[in-house]
């Protein structure tokens, strides 16, 4: 094995038994966050996801909010909702099969966050930066990965995945092909077909917005089941 892959899997390895420590005791994890922007570190041996906490909050479960058998129009008022709930800094990964509705539910969130221009698939050029209007939640920028076709850790970082702005939010479609790699405190978003013009989607926001998304979807008349795992 040559000594730049050999690096980069011993910097896999460790990411993932950090990241395992936060998640794999009793599938409980504690909420972190992105740090926000900084220069990229020579080394570039992590992603922007703090790995120790000062003053560790309390274990808590991790919650699912899982929606049936959404139309497009019920998952535009799924994506105002979500949009409501983001501060910037973060990673919100948009996971499930092909077909099966990221990309659409990223262009309905751009749109509720006053993008007026049209959301195409990253798929090809890997990345896409839209640019924001004013908006109260002072968020500037939303960039859009495709990661479907990325197999190594040192392309994500290529595209400038560990330098995230507090003011940017990163939507990473087939976010799950770097799990690992994702910081605790990201949204997961999971679609799944329910037939030709409905989705289900599993919603598993960072722990301190749980309170704030049921609000919002309740607002926007959409019923989650919760499930703890
Ligand atoms: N309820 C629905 N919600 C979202 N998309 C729907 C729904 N019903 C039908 N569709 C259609 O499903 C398709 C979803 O395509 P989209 O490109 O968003 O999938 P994707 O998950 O990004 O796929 P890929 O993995 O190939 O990138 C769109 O053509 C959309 O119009
Ligand atoms: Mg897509």
């Given at each position: 094995?040559?000594?730049?892959?050999?690096?980069?899997?011993?910097?896999?390895?460790?990411?993932?038994?950090?990241?395992?420590?936060?998640?794999?005791?009793?599938?409980?994890?504690?909420p972190?966050?992105?740090?926000?922007?900084?220069?990229?570190?020579?080394?570039r041996?992590?992603?922007?996801?703090?790995?120790?906490?000062a003053?560790?909050?309390?274990?808590?479960?991790?919650q699912?909010?899982?929606?049936?058998?959404?139309?497009?129009?019920?998952?535009?008022?799924?994506?105002?909702?979500?949009?409501?709930c983001?501060?910037?800094?973060?990673?919100?990964?948009?996971?499930?099969?092909?077909?099966?509705?990221?990309?659409?539910?990223?262009?309905?969130?751009?749109?509720?966050?006053?993008?007026?221009?049209?959301?195409?698939?990253?798929?090809f050029?890997?990345?896409?930066?839209?640019?924001?209007?004013?908006?109260?939640?002072?968020?500037?920028?939303?960039?859009?990965?495709?990661?479907?076709?990325?197999?190594t850790?040192?392309?994500?970082?290529?595209?400038?995945?560990d330098?995230?702005?507090?003011?940017a939010?990163?939507?990473?479609?087939?976010?799950?092909?770097?799990?690992?790699?994702?910081?605790?405190?990201?949204?997961?978003?999971?679609?799944?077909?329910?037939?030709?013009?409905?989705?289900?989607?599993?919603?598993?926001?960072?722990?301190?917005?749980?309170?704030?998304?049921?609000?919002?979807?309740?607002?926007?008349?959409?019923?989650?089941a919760?499930?703890?795992?």
């Amino acid at each position: 094995m040559k000594r730049k892959d050999a690096l980069a899997t011993n910097r896999e390895q460790t990411k993932i038994k950090e990241l395992c420590g936060a998640t794999r005791q009793n599938d409980v994890m504690q909420p972190q966050s992105l740090s926000g922007k900084k220069s990229r570190s020579p080394k570039r041996n992590s992603l922007s996801a703090p790995h120790t906490v000062a003053n560790p909050e309390p274990m808590i479960a991790v919650q699912t909010l899982t929606l049936k058998s959404l139309t497009q129009d019920d998952m535009q008022r799924l994506a105002s909702a979500i949009a409501r709930c983001l501060r910037g800094g973060e990673v919100v990964s948009l996971e499930g099969e092909l077909g099966s509705g990221k990309t659409f539910f990223v262009r309905q969130l751009a749109h509720a966050l006053g993008y007026a221009h049209h959301v195409t698939s990253p798929t090809f050029v890997l990345q896409k930066l839209y640019d924001l209007p004013s908006n109260p939640a002072g968020l500037e920028q939303l960039i859009h990965y495709d990661v479907y076709r990325l197999t190594t850790y040192d392309e994500l970082l290529d595209l400038g995945f560990d330098d995230l702005s507090p003011t940017a939010v990163a939507l990473v479609e087939w976010g799950d092909r770097f799990a690992h790699l994702l910081p605790a405190s990201c949204w997961r978003i999971k679609f799944s077909i329910a037939d030709d013009s409905h989705r289900n989607v599993d919603i598993r926001p960072p722990q301190d917005r749980i309170a704030a998304l049921q609000v919002e979807l309740d607002r926007e008349q959409l019923e989650a089941a919760i499930s703890h795992e």
